[in-house]
């Protein structure tokens, strides 16, 4: 329980009380789609009760993103500028980790976002279609966790620290439960191996641009893998 409460307070701004030891998360980092169940699940639940889809699909991404205290949007709008930047790979790097705001991060953070509105709008249940992206998302967190190789020290050089390759086999074991929900399970299945292949893109794009992966790239990935899994479930 300790390893949930410390990756609950890590992945959301819920008031969890004491802040509990960040190792115990860190030990088992293929928890991540827990997180997913959560942010989703609460999401979910509010716009259950939306009839508009226009307004449902805009509360939905408002819940997760408040939810998760924009901190993988955050790595998203860092990402884009990286990708965006030009010349040697020491300048992609440095305009990922600065602090400033550029053209690349605001692209990337509205792009990232009509795709995902837009898609949620198009699905035939949306409630389901945000839990699955969540969780999705958060399975993908853990792949690149565990397989990203580390380019600068950070909380993501702590966590790949600890991971196992294994971790991948329990991480996808947790989204299983997604097939219980009311939609196509061809559509859920599509949706995981969708996952992968974006973690995987992520991975050897962040490799050749970077040099490696770290928190931004996980965050970024986050976001990607959740507008990619809303515009799939759309597209079914």
């Known amino acids: 329980m300790k390893s949930v409460l410390a990756l609950l307070q ?16 860190a030990r088992r980092s ?20 939306i009839a508009s889809p226009t307004v449902a699909a805009t509360v ?4 997760v993103l408040i939810l998760s205290g924009c901190n993988h949007f955050d790595g998203l709008l860092d990402f884009g500028d990286g990708l ?17 705001t550029g053209a690349g991060a605001v692209a990337a953070g509205i792009i ?9 709008q198009s699905v035939a ?28 020290e950070g909380i993501h050089s702590y966590l790949h620290g600890y991971a196992k390759p294994w971790f991948l086999i329990p991480a ?19 949706a995981l191996a969708g996952t992968g292949i974006i ?5 050897a794009l962040s490799r050749r641009l970077f040099g490696g992966v770290n928190g931004d790239v996980v965050g970024a990935t986050n976001e990607i893998v959740r507008a990619g899994t809303i515009l799939l479930l759309a597209l079914m």
């Open 60 to 63: 939905a991404l408002a819940a």
């Open 84 to 100: 965006m930047a030009h010349g040697s790979r020491e300048k992609r790097v440095a305009a990922m980790t600065d602090r400033t």
């Open 10 to 25: 890590f992945c959301t701004s819920l008031p969890l009380g004491r802040p509990v030891e960040f190792e115990h998360f």
């Open 199 to 203: 973690a995987a893109l992520m991975l």
């Open 125 to 152: 249940n949306l409630p389901a279609a945000i839990l699955v992206a969540e969780v999705c998302a958060k399975v993908a967190m853990s792949y690149l966790t565990t397989l990203g190789v580390p380019f600068r």
């Open 30 to 49: 293929y928890l991540y789609p827990l997180a997913g169940y959560v942010i989703g699940g609460i999401a979910a639940g509010i716009v259950y009760w």
């Open 172 to 190: 996808t074991v947790l989204a299983l439960p997604l097939f219980l929900l009311p939609l196509p399970r061809l559509g859920i299945a599509l």
């Open 112 to 120: 990232v976002t009509l795709l995902a509105y837009s898609g949620l």
